[in-house]
């Protein structure tokens, strides 16, 4: 079983439209939790973490689900700029600084 | 502010021929991580390093793979003899020791190995 897992998509929806992402990891002991963007062809970008209490960024909506061990991503209001993909990024357990990325899953935003 | 530098960004090279990466971290950041991404396998980290000391090196994949960090602004990634299945993209990337959740890519070799 793969450490971090994702749907790798493709997602295709109309600009406008509200889409969500799930991730599931396998260590229980994670600890930190992350979205990534990567555009094509470009390097990963930090989206935003993910906190136990759930987190928002203006249109981003992240939420953590400890005891299922799954990781959720909304986006509202999709624009055409948020045509990417999606890493879900799990820290493991203290004492290391690895960060363990999943497959990834991509977006098209369509007009 | 310069991000992490990668070099070159394309490489193209015949099986059997030694290549090398290189990467300048951000200034000021005491950890540094090369991953490898493929379509089948995703990002891998292949080895990380902590004020210059390998930390982690589990991802490396084989004996053919090195990698140093001489000092706090440089790092390379050595391929001998390289093989066409290490074709891939490979990234640097950097962060602070005490903020590892937030790491900044460098922009990535392309590595073609025919």
């Known amino acids: 079983r793969k450490e971090v897992e994702q749907d790798p998509g493709p997602f295709n929806v109309p600009e406008g439209a509200t889409v969500a992402f799930n991730c599931t990891y396998s260590?229980?002991?994670?600890?930190?939790f992350f979205w990534y963007r990567q555009d094509c062809r470009k390097e990963p970008k930090l989206l935003m973490s993910?906190?136990?209490s759930g987190n928002e960024d203006g249109r981003f909506t992240a939420q953590l689900n400890r005891a299922s061990q799954y990781i959720s991503l909304l986006i509202r209001d999709s624009k055409l700029s948020d045509s990417a993909t999606y890493l879900c990024?799990?820290?493991?357990?203290?004492?290391?600084?690895?960060?363990?990325f999943g497959q990834g899953t991509r977006l098209t935003i369509n007009p | 502010d310069a991000g992490v530098i990668q070099s070159p960004r394309h490489e193209v090279t015949e099986m059997g021929q030694e290549v090398t990466l290189r990467c300048k971290p951000i200034?000021?950041?005491?950890?540094l991580f090369w991953y490898r991404q493929t379509m089948m396998r995703g990002l891998e980290l292949l080895i990380y390093?902590?004020?210059?000391?390998?930390?982690?090196d589990s991802g490396m994949p084989e004996d053919r793979f090195s990698a140093k960090m001489p000092n706090a602004s440089f790092s390379t990634l050595k391929i001998q003899p390289s093989e066409p299945r290490d074709s891939a993209v490979y990234f640097c990337?950097?962060?602070?020791?005490?903020?590892?959740?937030?790491?900044?890519f460098g922009p990535g070799t392309r590595l073609t190995v025919l």
């Open positions: 390093f902590n004020n210059n000391v390998p930390i982690d």
């Open positions: 260590n229980s002991a994670s600890q930190s």
């Open positions: 990337a950097s962060s602070l020791w005490d903020s590892p959740d937030t790491q900044y």
């Open positions: 990024v799990v820290k493991v357990p203290q004492g290391a600084q690895k960060l363990v």
């Open positions: 200034s000021g950041h005491n950890s």
């Open positions: 993910v906190y136990s």
